[in-house]
């Protein structure tokens, strides 16, 4: 078996990989993620959800951290930093991707644990995000420790009009930053 030398990263700049990223976001949403679109997923609007994407790490209001190798994006998370004056402790984590022919090799833990000591090393001390409720996702965040909160129902719908709950996580992070193993990743 080939060995993939597999760098996690953080991006400042995502343009030379826009057209990967609608591509993932794309496939995810295909393969029934809930990530804040309807299957089938449709080019313009992730298109224009990149663009905001962009612009938004170009005014430093977020972090976007990806798993290459080589060119090739094979997954891919944001770090969105609360703007409140009293909530500069915390940060959303928001779109944790993994290209669907990468899935189930452990990048997403790698890539979440790569995002933590991130975070760690901003003086960041909470983590939270939101995920469909009853997804394969809740499983995941609970193996890295993450707490459920709580669930808000009819909080989405899908193509269809049906309504479905969705699950809020947080983890708060150790004060001192862990050794870093990360940025380069090998398996």
Known sequence: MKTLHLQATE???ITPVFTQLVEILGACINEGASLGFHKPAQADLLQQYWHDISDELRLKQ???????TGDTVLACVQL?????????HRAEIEKLLVRPSAQR????RKLVQFLEQQAVAKKLRLLILDTHTGDKSELFYQALNYQKSGQIPNFVTDASGQFNATSYYYKVLPE???IATCPQLNR
């Open 11 to 13: 991006l400042a700049c």
């Open 62 to 68: 977020r972090h976007f951290y990806a798993i290459f």
């Open 105 to 108: 090799q452990g990048l997403a």
């Open 80 to 88: 969105v930093p609360c703007d409140k004056q009293n909530g500069t």
């Open 176 to 178: 001192e930053p862990a």
